[in-house]
């Protein structure tokens, strides 16, 4: 066999093992994120969740060494499938106020979507009281910068009024994260992206008549 192909061999295994760890990973956490949300961490056995994959306990191990690593996997799996989603969703949209808009639909969406991970949300915060920051709450402050300045290119255009960009931002995140919750806990049999219209419009245009 000549040198060529054998460096060809070489290159080629690594690649294919790597896309199968991945795809290992990411069964992985989706029954885990399941088997989270169903039982609670506390009551949640690692060997169930390798029951349900008919895997051995140990290959879940080899991945994630301890429960606690295997549920912050999952947290950040789903909040790095909720940013993907929204990143895709905007595109190629260059109108600021669009973006806005297509990114509140999106996050709404994603959610009705994967409730599994509001509940994950709550387990982290009552599980894990130590941690400064939820994982939430990290994954959002690293997008805040972009965030405050599209708002204030849309404040300097004259699209917004002049209010304080990080203001702006916080009513905007802590409307989107309360609405989740609260459609959580009422168990609304509506889906949460039918809301998206008249969130977007009373956050952008407020609630007085134009008289009042």
């Known amino acids: 066999m000549s040198k060529g192909s054998s460096k060809g061999r070489s290159v080629g295994r690594p690649k294919a093992h790597e896309a199968a760890v991945l795809e290992k990973c990411e069964q992985i956490l989706k029954v885990a994120t399941d088997v989270f949300a169903r039982n609670g961490y506390r009551n949640t056995d690692v060997q169930v969740i390798a029951d ?11 991945q994630y060494p301890t429960k606690q690593d295997l549920f912050f996997a ?13 990143n895709s969703d905007i595109g190629a949209e260059q109108d600021a106020i669009e973006r806005i808009r297509i990114s509140i639909y999106s996050y709404l969406e994603f959610f009705d979507d994967n409730q599994a991970l509001v509940e994950l949300f709550m387990q982290e915060r009552a599980e894990f009281k130590e941690r400064e920051k939820p994982t939430y709450f990290e994954y959002r402050d690293r997008l805040k ?52 219209p008249y969130l977007t419009d009373i956050f952008f245009t407020g609630v007085l008549n134009k008289q009042a």
């Open 52 to 62: 349900e994959l008919e895997m051995g306990k140990a290959s879940i191990y080899r």
């Open 145 to 196: 910068s972009d965030w405050e300045a599209q708002l204030a290119q849309m404040i300097d255009d004259g699209r917004l009024r002049n209010l304080p960009v990080h203001a702006i931002r916080d009513c905007l995140s802590s409307l989107l994260y309360g609405t989740i919750f609260t459609h959580y806990f009422q168990k609304s049999s509506g889906k949460l992206a039918e809301m998206a």
């Open 74 to 86: 999952c947290v950040d799996r789903g909040i790095q499938e909720l940013q993907r989603k929204i």
